[in-house]
């Protein structure tokens, strides 16, 4: 079973570095994580939007975070 920081420490240099979107979701007891990057114009690759509807399915509260927009 995966916690929270578990997954968090795992992508803790993407993060900081503003690299990637991640996306944290529960499947059950534990933490799921997974990176998505932007195309060229800074959208979502069709296949990403996709899985990112998939993990909304699995856990409707999942959060995509990117260090880029913090303050």
Known sequence: ????????????????????WLAFWRE??????????LDLDDTLYPE???RLAEIQAADPR????NDAYRE
């Open 62 to 65: 999942a959060v995509v975070v």
């Open 28 to 37: 059950g007891r534990s933490w799921q994580a997974e990176a998505f990057h």
């Open 1 to 20: 079973m995966a916690s929270l920081r578990d997954m968090v420490s795992e992508y803790q240099d993407d993060l900081r570095n503003g690299i990637a």
């Open 48 to 50: 990403d939007r996709a």
